[in-house]
């Protein structure tokens, strides 16, 4: 055999470089099909969960290529007959792959940082995501310098130093990541925004639920399910909504009026104050306002008749008031610890607005809408008790009822 060598030369450094190469192949396909397999197993019946989330990044499999490479990074050495240069060129091409998977398994390793810190408490208040992108955009640029300082044999040191003089260019390529990278930081630092929050953004045409935050944007899933894609740093550049205190008070505004045909309003008569006296919501209402505008009277009604007009009396207006107010203090569904107004706004040409300004305690939008249109639904339909008409402008069938009634010369209506 060793004759044979002997007078074959070429035979040797290839027989001993496939014997790296099998052994390095080997001990690969041995490590993954084995020892990871051993590995999985004590994971998936570990009690914790983090063991599992670096499997399903497949941190450990990317892991195992550094094997087969560190084997032939060595093995080149022991081959006869290789040229010094080849041997220099063979390991750092291994070395640049080396620091290629290195790369990858950072990689892999931050996908499975943020799926474990996904599944704590505090992750919707302090999302991380956009930091860990940070890192794989430091990680691979780290790799690219390493890789290319490898291949042509030069420190990396001077490549780092090399970046000053492109900073303008750098800044100018990556303006949008740097402030979404520095918008990033300030929204998780200062509680801005969560995943789950729902935003409107009018800029954007976005109004729904915050559904991811990343480094370059934040993702929104609007009401008509449509998708709206913000940049992250536009959020400091431009005002936003968030209803997040709203949802967490556990109360949900109602703000809305009725409009009163000022036509309609007069004072009640002694019987139809009787008549409301009779009414649980108005009966405590009305006894103490009849003894407060009596002896109002008695004191100012003296002299001549000219001071009549000054004397107070009871409206429908302020007894619907009065009314609305009770029946919101004892609505189930109205948050009784926050504010309940029924106030009055400036007349104008649209009628006497009556404005309903209060909270419902369920903040879920069908419940919310529900109940808002329960109480406006029940205060329309009451209105007619009081005598008050709503203000409306007219309609096509107003005026043809109007039309009807003018007669011309015979008694003919017009049509």
Do not use: C
């Not at 040229?83 to 290629?100: D, N, Y």
């Not at 949802?247 to 309003?265: C, L, M, P, V, Y």
């Not at 008749?305 to 919101?328: I, M």
């Amino acid at each position: 055999m060793a004759a044979w060598i002997q007078s074959n030369p070429l035979w040797e450094p290839i027989g001993v470089g496939a014997t790296v190469v099998i052994v390095g192949e080997v001990l690969h396909r041995l490590v993954r099909q084995y020892l990871l397999r051993v590995l999985q197993l004590v994971a998936a019946r570990s009690q914790t969960h983090w063991d599992d989330a670096f499997f399903e990044a497949r941190t450990p499999h990317r892991l195992t290529w550094g094997v087969p490479l560190v084997v032939w990074y060595f093995g080149v050495l022991i081959v006869p007959g290789i040229p010094a240069w080849a041997t220099t060129g063979l390991q750092r091409v291994l070395l640049a792959l080396m620091v290629a998977v290195l790369v990858r398994v950072v990689h892999s390793a931050l996908g499975a940082v943020n799926r474990i810190y996904s599944e704590l408490p505090m992750a919707k208040e302090r999302p991380i995501k956009g930091f860990l992108q940070v890192g794989n955009v430091v990680a691979y640029l780290s790799g690219l310098i390493l890789v290319v300082s490898i291949v042509i044999d030069r420190n990396p040191i001077i490549f780092l130093s090399g970046l000053g003089a492109l900073t303008a260019v750098l800044l100018l390529l990556f303006r949008d990541t740097l402030l979404s990278l520095v918008a990033g930081i300030q929204i998780t630092t200062n509680d801005l925004i969560r995943v789950g929050d729902w935003i409107e953004m009018s800029q954007f045409e976005a109004d729904g639920d915050v559904v991811d935050i990343a480094l370059n944007s934040v993702k929104v899933q609007n009401w008509d399910l449509t998708f709206s894609v913000i940049p992250t740093h536009k959020f400091l550049e431009h005002s936003f909504r968030n209803w997040r205190g709203m949802q967490e008070s556990g109360g949900r505004r109602i703000k809305r009026a009725i409009h009163i045909d000022q036509a309609t309003i007069r004072f009640l008569t002694d019987d139809e104050i009787d008549h409301f006296a009779s009414w649980e919501l108005l009966g405590e209402y009305l006894t103490g306002k009849r003894g407060e505008v009596e002896e109002f009277n008695q004191g100012h009604a003296v002299g001549s008749e000219s001071a009549v007009p000054h004397l107070r009396g009871l409206t429908n207006l302020g007894t619907f008031r009065a009314y609305v107010f009770q029946y919101l203090k004892q609505h189930p569904e109205v948050h009784q610890d926050m504010t309940i107004l029924v106030r009055q706004l400036a007349s104008g040409s649209e009628g006497l607005p009556i404005e309903i300004y209060v909270f419902t305690s369920d903040t879920r939008w069908l419940q919310y809408e529900g109940v808002q249109a329960d109480i406006f639904d029940h205060l329309l339909a009451t209105l007619p008790a009081f005598d008050l008409r709503v203000f409306q402008r007219p309609v096509g069938s107003d005026m043809r009822s109007a039309l009807k009634d003018v007669r011309i010369g015979d008694g003919d209506s017009l049509t």
